[in-house]
């Protein structure tokens, strides 16, 4: 047991299956009364009260039965004008990238720019010499078509290695030195034409200074390679950050610190210190032939599946993103020529073979598709393996699904897929306007139809993609609910709602990002909603968000997080 564990964790009597109202009842550690719970349960959505032994909900239901589990060493917790809900669940996000790049200055803020232009005066300042420069965050709207230059790079920082993400993730920056010290020149072959490339001079060929889909992660490996020590810090560090915003479970697609092997090394070292305060869900990048892939899973399975840390499935790339023109799109790009529809990172037949083999070694699927035409080849490829394999059960999931047509909205239950949105994008923010300059501007206000995917029986669930984003960078459960409801950046009440029609209760946003996660990831018998018998991941919030205005969802503060039945995090001052 982790140390933390130990010592909050005061007994293991359970009350047993059968156990009555007239029969003794052994005392909880920790009893909640005295306000609103939120269950997250299919079929009764609210109680008064919650009762803790252990690791495990022991009772949920009424106050006056709840009392009797109070006894000299029960902890009562008064949840007051608060509300008790399940442990927030992240159905996608990137844990070790975004807490890696989460510090100095954030170039996502800068949405101007001006705003740019200071931000990274600011990076130069607090990074006087010669060594190569590594951040992220730049903004894609700011940019024509062709992404940001190194020659501008040039003027702010000389002749300089500096390599800067873009918020989505899908491109990068570079000044004049990196590309030339890389060889990348007009003579230079791109990775893989029209889907990993370099903007380039139309006239010369040669590099402008952005890349798109890790055309230039070589770059970056030589000059800003990292290392796990680093990773495993600024993890440490964030993991408190985490606590706080009421995340007890994510899915972390693609795991490198630097490397994936790294990733899972850092979690077993910290999860067998007692020091992992979150259930971490990991994938397996699909970046070579099935067969090993499926080997590499086995492997991680035997050497670090605990109950906090679990290989959950093999994540499969099948497009890039509009911002770069590389999304898989049904209809061309507005801004191109007719024939401009994007392209899918390999063939239907090279998704359906590996898709299928996965299916096989009942190994569950995350695929990344944001086009249309990516998210029906997806769907395709997934039906196909049902019937190769004969596996309908194995868990499927589509991630994002920026653009998905409405002749594809009944597939996802039929072929028992989840719909998984990163819901903070489904604003009207400047990413709106750039990207739907892209691929039409009807196209982009009808993007994220959860709603719609709801109705035709999908499971719906919400994850940030944190620190990837198309315009606000978060990791914070609650900014995401808000968007969901409100269809608006958080806060933002003058912000016309995109898609309204598409908003969700606020019932349904909380449970796509519990009951509904813990489904995709397979854990609904333990995780995702405040039941007897389950994990004790309980989020306590200073607020009945219910009885609050929508656009003040996101400012709601945590006053508890509860992993395990151990408080990881308590703030009984959150407002």
Same mark, same amino acid.
């Given at each position: 047991?982790?140390?933390?564990?130990?010592?909050?964790?005061?007994?293991?009597?359970?009350?047993?299956?059968?156990?009555?109202?007239?029969?003794?009842?052994?005392?909880?550690?920790? @009893?909640? #009364?005295?306000?609103?719970?939120?269950? %997250?349960?299919?079929? &009764?959505?609210? =109680?008064?009260?919650? *009762?803790?032994? !252990?690791?495990?909900?022991?009772?949920?239901?009424?106050?006056?039965?709840?009392?009797?589990?109070?006894?000299?060493?029960?902890?009562?917790?008064?949840?007051?004008?608060?509300?008790?809900?399940?442990?927030?669940?992240?159905?996608?996000?990137?844990?070790?990238?975004?807490?890696?790049?989460?510090?100095?200055?954030?170039?996502?803020?800068?949405?101007?720019?001006?705003?740019?232009?200071?931000?990274?005066?600011?990076?130069?300042?607090?990074?006087?010499?010669?060594?190569?420069?590594?951040?992220?965050?730049?903004?894609?709207?700011?940019?024509?078509?062709?992404?940001?230059?190194?020659?501008?790079?040039?003027?702010?920082?000389?002749?300089?290695? @500096?390599? #800067?993400?873009?918020?989505?993730?899908? %491109?990068?920056?570079? &000044?004049?030195? =990196?590309?030339?010290? *890389?060889?990348? !020149?007009?003579?230079?072959?791109?990775?893989?034409?029209?889907?990993?490339?370099?903007?380039?001079?139309?006239?010369?060929?040669?590099?402008?200074?952005?890349?798109?889909?890790?055309?230039?992660?070589?770059?970056?490996?030589?000059?800003?390679?990292?290392?796990a020590m680093a990773y495993e810090e600024r993890l440490r560090r964030w993991l408190p950050r985490a606590a706080a915003s009421g995340l007890t479970s994510v899915f972390d697609a693609t795991a490198k610190a630097p490397t994936e092997i790294d990733a899972y090394d850092i979690l077993n070292t910290l999860d067998t210190a007692g020091e992992l305060t979150l259930r971490v869900f990991a994938s397996v990048l699909q970046d070579t032939s099935p067969e090993t892939i499926v080997q590499r899973f086995a492997q991680y399975q035997q050497q670090f599946s605990t109950d906090y840390v679990r290989p959950e499935a093999v994540k499969i790339v099948v497009d890039g993103v509009p911002e770069g023109h590389t999304a898989f799109l049904l209809t061309p790009y507005v801004d191109g020529s007719n024939e401009d529809f994007g392209h899918p990172m390999m063939s239907l037949a090279d998704l359906q073979s590996q898709i299928s083999h996965y299916f096989s070694n009942d190994i569950p699927v995350h695929l990344h598709a944001i086009g249309g035409a990516a998210i029906?080849?997806?769907?395709?490829?997934?039906?196909?393996?049902?019937?190769?394999?004969?596996?309908?059960?194995?868990?499927?999931?589509?991630?994002?699904?920026?653009?998905?047509?409405?002749?594809?909205?009944?597939?996802?239950?039929?072929?028992?897929?989840?719909?998984?949105?990163?819901?903070?994008?489904?604003?009207?923010?400047?990413?709106?306007?750039?990207?739907?300059?892209?691929?039409?501007?009807?196209?982009?206000?009808?993007?994220?139809?959860?709603?719609?995917?709801?109705?035709?029986?999908?499971?719906?669930?919400?994850?940030?993609?944190?620190?990837?984003?198309?315009?606000?960078?978060?990791?914070?459960?609650?900014?995401?609910?808000?968007?969901?409801?409100?269809?608006?950046?958080?806060?933002?009440?003058?912000?016309?709602?995109?898609?309204?029609?598409?908003?969700?209760?606020?019932?349904?946003?909380?449970?796509?990002?519990?009951?509904?996660?813990?489904?995709?990831?397979?854990?609904?018998?333990?995780?995702?909603?405040?039941?007897?018998?389950?994990?004790?991941?309980?989020?306590?919030?200073?607020?009945?968000?219910?009885?609050?205005?929508?656009?003040?969802?996101?400012?709601?503060?945590?006053?508890?997080?509860?992993?395990?039945?151990?408080?990881?995090?308590?703030?009984?001052?959150?407002?």
């Amino acid at each position: 047991m982790s140390r933390y564990r130990q010592l909050t964790g005061l007994g293991l009597l359970l009350c047993v299956a059968g156990c009555s109202l007239d029969d003794p009842i052994p005392p909880a550690d920790v @009893v909640f #009364l005295n306000g609103k719970v939120f269950t %997250s349960e299919p079929v &009764s959505l609210w =109680a008064e009260a919650v *009762a803790v032994e !252990d690791d495990h909900i022991v009772f949920v239901g009424d106050e006056q039965v709840a009392r009797a589990y109070i006894g000299e060493r029960t902890r009562v917790v008064d949840i007051g004008e608060g509300l008790l809900i399940p442990g927030f669940m992240d159905s996608h996000t990137h844990i070790f990238n975004g807490s890696f790049a989460d510090i100095g200055v954030n170039l996502s803020l800068a949405d101007t720019l001006e705003k740019l232009q200071t931000a990274l005066e600011q990076i130069r300042e607090d990074h006087p010499g010669d060594d190569p420069i590594y951040a992220r965050g730049w903004q894609n709207h700011l940019f024509p078509k062709q992404g940001p230059l190194a020659s501008e790079l040039d003027t702010l920082f000389g002749d300089r290695i @500096v390599i #800067l993400g873009s918020v989505d993730g899908h %491109s990068t920056w570079f &000044s004049s030195r =990196a590309l030339r010290e *890389a060889g990348v !020149d007009s003579d230079f072959v791109d990775p893989k034409p029209g889907v990993r490339f370099f903007e380039r001079d139309r006239l010369t060929n040669a590099p402008l200074g952005t890349d798109r889909e890790g055309a230039g992660g070589f770059i970056r490996a030589r000059f800003i390679p990292g290392d796990a020590m680093a990773y495993e810090e600024r993890l440490r560090r964030w993991l408190p950050r985490a606590a706080a915003s009421g995340l007890t479970s994510v899915f972390d697609a693609t795991a490198k610190a630097p490397t994936e092997i790294d990733a899972y090394d850092i979690l077993n070292t910290l999860d067998t210190a007692g020091e992992l305060t979150l259930r971490v869900f990991a994938s397996v990048l699909q970046d070579t032939s099935p067969e090993t892939i499926v080997q590499r899973f086995a492997q991680y399975q035997q050497q670090f599946s605990t109950d906090y840390v679990r290989p959950e499935a093999v994540k499969i790339v099948v497009d890039g993103v509009p911002e770069g023109h590389t999304a898989f799109l049904l209809t061309p790009y507005v801004d191109g020529s007719n024939e401009d529809f994007g392209h899918p990172m390999m063939s239907l037949a090279d998704l359906q073979s590996q898709i299928s083999h996965y299916f096989s070694n009942d190994i569950p699927v995350h695929l990344h598709a944001i086009g249309g035409a990516a998210i029906r080849m997806s769907l395709d490829a997934i039906a196909t393996a049902r019937v190769a394999s004969g596996n309908d059960t194995v868990r499927a999931t589509i991630a994002h699904m920026d653009f998905v047509s409405e002749q594809d909205l009944q597939r996802f239950e039929q072929l028992n897929v989840t719909a998984q949105t990163s819901i903070q994008w489904a604003a009207r923010d400047p990413s709106y306007f750039n990207i739907g300059a892209f691929v039409g501007m009807d196209k982009v206000e009808s993007a994220y139809p959860v709603k719609a995917l709801l109705d035709a029986g999908a499971n719906q669930t919400f994850g940030a993609d944190w620190p990837a984003s198309a315009y606000l960078s978060t990791y914070k459960p609650l900014e995401l609910i808000e968007t969901a409801v409100s269809r608006r950046l958080p806060g933002q009440t003058s912000m016309p709602p995109r898609a309204p029609n598409q908003a969700l209760s606020l019932e349904t946003a909380l449970i796509a990002m519990t009951r509904n996660t813990a489904i995709q990831l397979g854990e609904g018998d333990r995780l995702g909603t405040l039941a007897k018998g389950k994990k004790a991941d309980i989020v306590m919030l200073a607020q009945n968000v219910f009885e609050v205005d929508v656009a003040t969802i996101h400012s709601v503060g945590i006053r508890m997080t509860m992993l395990d039945g151990a408080v990881i995090y308590e703030n009984d001052g959150a407002e």
